[in-house]
């Protein structure tokens, strides 16, 4: 892991993806562009607001596999838990969240399956 997977949203992210509402006519063929993962679950991004604090996108909890389920996903409750654990990682593991820097696009279907 390295400093620049735990910056979840950088600009460069946030600009080369859609903003919110754009890809709604396209179902689950829409693309996931940004996949951020942790101990709670994996978080797959579709779309983003222009401030990189609300993304849309598909979210499965580790500790509710079964209910996975697509939807707008606060990133500043993301970030916020980063800073838990930055602040101390060997007690706050649980709260590490970073950006997968080898995610390669494809339709949120695939990832729903």
Request: net charge negative; proline share 7%; aromatic share 8%.
């Amino acid at each position: 892991m390295t400093n620049s997977a735990l910056e979840l949203m950088p600009q460069t992210v946030i600009d080369s993806m859609p903003r919110l509402y754009k890809t709604d006519s396209q179902g689950k063929k829409a693309m996931v562009l940004c996949h951020l993962f942790g101990p709670i679950g994996d978080f797959y991004l579709t779309e983003v607001n222009e401030e990189g604090t609300e993304a849309f996108g598909f979210t499965k909890l580790t500790a509710h596999p079964d209910g996975a389920e697509l939807g707008y996903i606060p990133l500043t409750s993301l970030k916020e838990c980063v800073g838990k654990f930055k602040s101390n990682p060997i007690v706050n593991l649980k709260y590490m969240i970073e950006r997968d820097l080898h995610w390669s696009p494809k339709p949120l279907q695939e990832v729903m399956k």
